[in-house]
Each structure stands twice: as structure tokens, then as C-alpha cells.
């Protein structure tokens, strides 16, 4: 995550960081808690792929926040340019990101026999986090 710094020189945190890291550890308390669950009712497979759904969940949500801050930076350093430019390894990560969590769940399902739901819903912890995050912050009201 960058930091951005104001008009007096003071580093100040980007807007919405507190949200961003509220929402991964949320994902990592959630697929925890769920996968704790199923280990209670001696389901240690499904256990097993809740937990490999929300790490990757949690990875997912790193690098697509990394790739924002980096697409953001480029953005406001081409600000004045007529026709600012993407680099191309913007699109290729992106596409690498999706694709390579598709691979290990093909990878963990197919050899290590983990079912393939649990892995979805351990995906979904990433869902659930950012839902929860969003009603905290509604609740909490605006920052002054």
C-alpha cells in the first residue's frame, strides 16, 4: 500500500486503507472460523479446503490491492499526459491472478481429493469480509 502525503508534508494513509486491511483480516477470520466448524463436525476435507479457499481469497485480495495501487500511481504519474498508456503487465497480472487460483483448485481437487465446494466456500470469505467491512462502515458513520 502506498502512502500519500498531504500539503503540509505529513504522511497520511490512502483513503480506504483501514477498510482494505479491515477486509483482510476479516476473510482470514471468517475462513478460520468456518473451517474451525467443520473440524468440530470431523469433516477435516472440507475443513482442509475452506482453509486453502480463504488463503487464496486472501492472496487474491493482496495482489488485486497491490495491482490498484500500481495502476494508480502510473495513473496520476501520466496525469498530464494527452493519452496516458496502461503497461501491458497491468492486463497480464490480472489475468495471471485469476488464472493461477484456478490452477491450484484444479490441482488441490484433483490430487488431494478436497471438495471442490468447500474450496468455493472458502473463497467466499472474501465476500463475506468486504459485506461485513461495508456494514461497519455504515454503522461506524463518517470519520471527522
Not at 482470514?28 to 466448524?37: D, K, M, P, S, T
Not at 487474491?60 to 495513473?75: E, H, I, K
Not at 501520466?78 to 498508456?85: I, L
Request: net charge positive; hydrophobic share 55%; charged share 10%.
Amino acid at each position: 500500500m502506498t502512502i500519500q502525503t498531504n500539503s503540509i508534508d505529513q504522511a497520511t494513509p490512502p483513503i480506504g486503507a483501514a477498510t482494505e486491511h479491515r477486509i483482510a483480516w476479516l476473510t482470514l477470520l471468517i475462513g478460520g472460523l468456518a473451517a474451525i466448524a467443520a473440524l468440530i463436525l470431523h469433516r477435516p476435507l472440507f475443513a482442509a479446503g475452506l482453509t486453502i479457499g480463504t488463503i487464496l481469497a486472501w492472496l487474491n485480495f493482496r495482489w488485486l490491492a497491490r495491482g490498484l495501487d500500481a495502476l494508480v500511481a502510473q495513473s496520476t504519474a501520466q496525469s498530464s499526459a494527452e493519452k496516458p498508456r496502461v503497461p501491458i503487465s497491468t492486463y497480464f497480472f490480472a489475468v495471471f491472478r485469476y488464472t493461477l487460483i484456478a490452477l491450484a483448485v484444479c490441482v488441490i481437487f484433483k490430487f488431494l481429493y478436497v471438495p471442490l465446494v468447500s474450496m468455493i466456500l472458502g473463497l467466499c470469505a472474501l465476500g463475506a469480509a468486504a459485506i461485513a467491512a461495508s456494514v461497519y462502515e455504515v454503522l461506524a458513520g463518517p470519520k471527522t
